[in-house]
């Protein structure tokens, strides 16, 4: 290896394969670590009663929704940050990490605000009934204050991301995951003589993790290539910066926050059905969401080896990569499928033992876990998309994926098939999402088909 490949960013050299399992092993634990504090929550909010348990369902799809507009500008940082240390300009990629931060917590300010004043009119809309609104005021009032600290963890994880430092990512995931487990019982039920807050308990035990999380996210950034170091931007011109986080940031957010809209609008029909329907889909999306963690965790760690491979112009390297991503996503999604349908209610019962959630719950896995290939092959699609500056092509695809099928396809069957229309049209949305997400990545690396043999040239000289 010549001096010159040394020099590189460590995600522009070496197996492919070795990388993505290096990269995806830490990121699945980060998310299996963020997973884990939903279904911490269910359970013991379950303990509370079954208006507890409803009122979280609603929650849920809206806390994933703004929390997707965060990993929006997330990523648009990773992709920057990527692609500068692949192109060798070690400067602009400090620029870009350090401005990235500061973005993310001004962001972070401005939806916090939305968020608070938003609260009534979201779940109105949503058809919370009227009983249950006192409920979840209790639980969005202080989640809202303290949301600017989720998004400030979203900077630095985009930053370290962008470095292929996907063990200190998931170092910060355990860190708050870990203080949420603890203060769940603490802070909903009450334990050791401490007297528990009930719903306003678990937004509280959310809110301090996240406050560990930026604590631990700041001191493992202190030893990466890239510290925090405001300085660097004083007596320069943030326009660069700016312009390369949001150009892939600001589509990137609604691309990731249309999806859970789509949830959102999902659970609306589902509350049409009942309050049974609506407690057993939303039991059964928290257990849905861990068992995709690794394909969560993938499409977290595609972003940055693709990045990094696409900056030094690397393209036979990004396509491998994207290659063996996509067979992973086939073959754990069907695997996870059929363990889903043979074993739905048998996971129901350890949510709740009311007949008529666990029945609902066994109904949706049995109908939606075939959509799992198809989610990872276009979470996936989106973060090589988002990677190579083409967070557009992502933005347009989920777009087309939940209004122009998800939407229509619950609407027109839901009335002939009650609740299975929902999750029949949950599963149609992946299956176009899997299929849009393959033509659009291999369109974009088509138009590189020449590049390879240029850009292996221009790496090593």
């Known amino acids: 290896m010549s001096a010159s490949d040394q020099s590189l960013p460590r995600l522009v050299n070496g197996s492919i394969p070795g990388h993505l399992v290096s990269q995806t092993l830490p990121m699945v634990i980060g998310v299996a670590a963020i997973m ?63 401005f990235g931060i500061v973005f993310a917590a001004a962001c972070g300010i401005a939806m916090a605000t939305m968020l608070w004043f938003g609260i009534d009119p979201i779940f109105t809309a949503m058809n919370a009934p009227a009983d249950l609104m006192p409920v979840i005021r209790t639980y969005m009032q202080p989640y809202a204050i303290g949301f600017p600290l989720i998004l400030v963890i979203m900077g630095f994880n985009g930053v370290l991301r962008g470095q292929g430092e996907a063990r200190r990512t998931s170092t910060i995931s355990i860190a708050y995951a870990a203080a949420n487990w603890v203060l769940d019982p603490l802070l909903i039920t009450g334990a050791f003589g401490i007297e528990g807050y009930g719903m306003a308990g678990a937004a509280y035990a959310t809110v301090i993790g996240w406050a560990i999380g930026v ?23 943030l326009i660069d910066p700016a312009k390369a ?25 589902v509350a049409l059905e009942g309050e049974a ?3 057993g889909f939303g039991a059964a999306g928290r257990l849905q969401s861990f068992v995709i963690v690794p394909l969560l965790g993938l499409s977290g760690a595609i972003g940055a080896i693709v990045g990094q491979n696409w900056g030094a112009r690397r393209y036979d390297r990004s396509r491998e990569a994207a290659l063996w991503a996509a067979g992973f996503c086939v073959v754990w999604g069907l695997f996870v499928a059929i363990a889903m349908v043979l074993a739905g209610e048998s996971f129901a019962r350890l949510f709740t033992d009311d007949p008529a959630v666990v029945a609902e719950f066994a109904l949706y896995l049995e109908i939606a876990a075939w959509g799992y290939a198809g989610f990872g092959l276009l979470i996936v699609g989106n973060g090589i998309m988002n990677a190579v500056d083409k967070a557009g092509y992502a933005l347009v695809q989920s777009v087309g994926r939940v209004f122009l099928v998800m939407l229509p396809v619950a609407l027109i069957l839901q009335p002939g098939m009650g609740s299975a229309a929902i999750y029949t049209a949950e599963l149609a949305a992946n299956v176009f999402g899997a299929v849009t997400a393959v033509l659009l990545v291999r369109h974009i690396f088509t138009r590189q088909a020449s590049a390879p043999a240029h850009g292996a040239g221009r790496a090593r000289s």
Do not use: K
Request: glycine share 8%.
């Open 277 to 279: 329907a609506v407690a």
């Open 36 to 98: 884990s504090i939903g279904l911490v929550d269910a359970y013991f909010i379950g303990q509370l009663g079954s208006d507890a348990l409803a009122a979280i369902s609603f929650i849920f799809p809206v806390s994933v929704a703004i929390t997707s507009l965060g990993v929006g500008i997330m990523v648009g940082i990773n992709s920057v940050v990527a692609r500068a240390l692949g192109e060798g300009d070690h400067e602009r990629a400090a620029r870009r990490a350090n």
């Open 215 to 237: 604590a631990v996210a700041i001191w493992l950034t202190r030893t990466t290539s890239l510290p925090l170091d405001l300085s660097l931007l004083r007596n320069c011109s």
């Open 245 to 269: 986080i949001i150009r892939v940031g600001l589509p990137a957010a609604f691309s990731n926050a249309i999806n859970p809209l789509g949830l959102s609008i999902l659970t609306a029909l």
